[in-house]
């Protein structure tokens, strides 16, 4: 069991904050997390602060889920970029580029969900960073 104010923020992709709850051992080791879902690669919360950008990238062998749980901002994936807010969810396939802009005054807290897909982690390795 985890509690969001009890994970430390790690920087990654730009300026947004992520808080890893569950991750997969063999492919995030350098969390040094319990080895769970894997059939997953993690679950996680990210903030992206007003002005901050969550850069654009992408993962060859993973799909992904945003949900919004708090704010608003501008999310790219693959040539379409769209304003989502609160209650938005949205899945991001393998290969496509990703990534958010918060354009507002308020921070924007995202969960999520990234699974590997099958035969990825082996080709992937570690590392993430």
């Not at 007003?50 to 990238?57: A, D, Q, T, V, W």
């Not at 919004?68 to 807010?85: N, P, Q």
């Not at 990703?98 to 897909?117: K, Q, R, S």
């Amino acid at each position: 069991m985890r509690n969001v104010n009890e994970i430390k923020e790690i920087r990654a992709h730009g300026d947004a904050l992520y808080k890893y709850f569950f991750m997969r051992k063999d492919v995030y080791g350098y969390l040094e997390m319990d080895d769970v879902l894997k059939a997953l690669g993690g679950f996680w919360q990210t903030t992206v602060n007003p002005g901050k950008r969550l850069e654009i990238h992408s993962h060859e062998d993973h799909e992904q889920i945003y949900y919004i749980l708090e704010g608003e901002g501008l999310l790219t994936v693959g040539d379409e970029t769209r304003r989502v807010k609160r209650g938005d969810a949205i899945y991001i396939p393998p290969n496509t580029i990703h990534g958010f802009y918060n354009d507002t005054d308020e921070p924007c807290i995202i969960l999520m969900v990234d699974a590997i897909i099958e035969g990825g982690a082996k080709r992937r390795g570690r590392s993430r960073k």
